[in-house]
């Protein structure tokens, strides 16, 4: 994980990190943090509570001597699903918990804060608690970015259609070259987390990937280009889609991607209703939908290795968090990090070798290597310092409600 002689000011980087998560929720009103509009998503509150039980339970109960829980039944509240840590409450069920209340759980964060930086300024030396730490702050990092990603689909089903915040700037509308494909790389290659800065066990151990003769998109697929599969009836043609897909499909209707209107004219974003761009990368589509596309562009979608190896020549800059649109944005530019989360054709699976963490944090990743499919690169509200070529995340296929998108593979020979 970090080594402890690579870490910056570790309190100075916990408070950063905290004050960041807070921030996301400045323009909220306490009601908005307890709807839960599907099981897949918490409430805001939830998110604020969760990341402050994960450094409680594994940093502080474990190693600041005399620590007190504020309030012994977080405990079970905020248990996500860490089934060695104790017993949970229902996923489904969280948006059912009016109390404790925001404001408690405000306190709650404050006391685990002031526990955490005694820790840090006592024994912000010791390796073990670094590393913890790094683990708690990464973490609370992927809720921030699910904070928003949830708060999006609860203000969506508000016939409000209210803004998550006030401030956000609305992307410059870029014309976007059109779709061109690069040679990737080909033969062995070593592909998974170096040691170089903060990694999670999924990305782990670096090894040997074979690449096959490919060709990779040189920029994401944009809202415009999925209109061209709308209209030609792709949602309602059988032989471009997965029989899974075709399914799903069918059974919910899906007839565009989550958040368009009915006339594709207009979708909903962290900004409220907007106009779509054309030129921007489309974004809220299943792995079903993705796949769908790629087909019917006689493409496919690429590999997670065939991404990283591409991804590993750029730079990791792009449409993060920072950028302030939390929405994706036309570029002329590669697009591998931020704006969208990637699909790839990849089963999340372990790397050859895989073990993951010792202990609870060992159900942090691992448990959730079946039917589900990796992802890559980061979105519009993935943390600037969080994303790397290397990083792994994993839906399922008919997830819609992330900021996912992709970008097109070709074999070489087509
Ligand atoms: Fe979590």
Not at 43 to 56: G, Q, R
Not at 247 to 262: F, I, K, M, S, T
Not at 292 to 304: D, H, S, V
Request: include cysteine.
């Amino acid at each position: 994980m970090l080594p402890a002689d690579s870490a910056p000011a570790p309190a100075d980087h916990y408070h950063a990190v905290r004050a960041t998560t807070l921030s996301l929720i400045g323009d909220l009103a306490p009601e908005d943090t307890v709807v839960q509009t599907m099981p897949d998503v918490s409430p805001a509150k939830w998110h604020l509570a969760h990341v402050t039980w994960f450094f409680e339970r594994f940093v502080l109960e474990p190693h600041l001597e005399n620590y007190t829980r504020l309030n012994d039944d977080y405990h079970f509240l905020f248990n996500s699903y860490y089934h060695t840590a104790g017993q949970m409450h229902a996923r489904p069920k969280r948006g059912l918990l009016s109390r404790p209340t925001l404001s408690d759980i405000l306190d709650y964060r404050s006391h685990v804060d002031a526990a955490m930086l005694q820790l840090l300024q006592t024994r912000g030396d010791d390796g073990t608690i670094l590393q913890l730490t790094a683990l708690g702050l990464n973490h609370e990092q992927q809720h921030q970015e699910l904070l928003l990603t949830d708060i999006k689909h609860v203000f969506s089903c508000n016939p409000l259609e209210p803004a998550a915040s006030t401030s956000l700037v609305e992307p410059p509308t870029v014309a976007v070259p059109a779709y061109s494909f690069s040679d990737g790389d080909r033969g062995i290659h070593k592909l998974g987390a170096t040691d170089d800065g903060f990694f999670f066990d999924n990305e782990t151990p670096r090894h040997d990937a074979l690449l096959h003769e490919h060709r990779i998109g040189d920029r994401l697929v944009t809202n415009g280009e999925f209109r061209e599969f709308i209209d030609d009836g792709g949602y309602a043609t059988s032989e471009l889609w997965l029989s899974d897909g075709w399914a799903v499909v069918n059974e919910r209707g899906w007839q565009r991607p989550l958040y368009w209107d009915e006339a594709c004219a207009s979708e909903f974003t962290l900004g409220g209703r907007r106009d779509i761009v054309d030129s921007a990368p489309v974004c809220h589509l299943s792995y079903y939908e993705a796949d769908a596309f790629a087909r019917w562009a006689g493409a496919r979608l690429p590999t997670e290795f065939e991404w990283e190896a591409a991804a590993n020549k750029e730079t990791v800059t792009g449409n993060l968090l920072g950028s302030n649109y939390w929405h994706p944005a036309a570029s002329d530019a590669s697009q591998f990090f931020g704006d969208v989360w990637e699909w790839t054709s990849s089963s999340y699976a372990p790397y050859p070798g895989f073990k993951p963490l010792a202990g609870s944090l060992g159900e942090y990743n691992g448990k959730f290597m079946c039917n589900q499919m990796t992802v890559r690169g980061g979105s519009c509200v993935t943390a600037d310092d969080h994303v790397r070529a290397s990083y792994r995340s994993f839906f399922y296929p008919d997830a819609r409600w992330q900021f996912l998108g992709f970008r097109l593979a070709r074999d070489s020979h087509e």
